[in-house]
């Protein structure tokens, strides 16, 4: 039996667009089990070391050692909350794409990379997938500039036309060949370009050596299929 080369696109497709539907649905159930659970129970051990450090006399150093435990549990609630997150980004079913852009901003700022956002007020309507692949790119994109540019600041701007919406993220830090690659990223500039692909979108990397990195991913606009 021989399969044209049509079908063989196809069916890669057909498989890319599955396990990438299992990752999803994966990360979506480790977010929950991380939040619903494991980040419930530190709130209950840190209500209860608060109540037991106000119910019982202890000397100065016994009441210092418990004040860091009780930061130490705290710090790991908002660590695992901040996982969650990343694991899965509640926030755009709730509130939509722009909003979850904006916490990914403030999540990027307080590992130390500054995010200027150019975003609109309203987007048009997206579809959750689209939605979800816009995020991902620049999620993606922007932990590239952080482990790789070598710069303190990334730009990312959301533009809407007649067609559909365009991500940009934009560096300018130490750049890359593009045409080969950059160490440690290939994997997920593949992985950008095949999220846009199985949405109808595209994702496209200029780069160059010395003059910083833009990244750019286009989708359809629209609920349509």
Sequence with gaps: MVISQRRL??????FAQRLLAAQEEE???????VHDDAVQRLAMVSHELKVFQAA???SSGEHHRLTGIQGDVEDLTV???ALAHRLHPSVIEQLGLVPALRQLADEMGRAGLA????LPAEPPPLRADRALVLFRVA???LRNVARHAGVAEAMLRLEASDRGLTLVVEDRGRGFDSSVGRRGAGLGLLGMNERAALV???ATVDARPGRGTTVTVSVPRGLDA
């Design 115 to 118: 995010v200027t956002l150019g």
């Design 79 to 81: 660590s695992l909350r």
């Design 56 to 58: 019982t006399q202890f």
């Design 200 to 202: 109808g979108g595209r």
């Design 27 to 33: 990360r979506a159930h480790v977010a929950r089990e």
């Design 139 to 141: 999620q993606e994109a």
């Design 9 to 14: 696109v196809a069916l890669h497709r057909g």
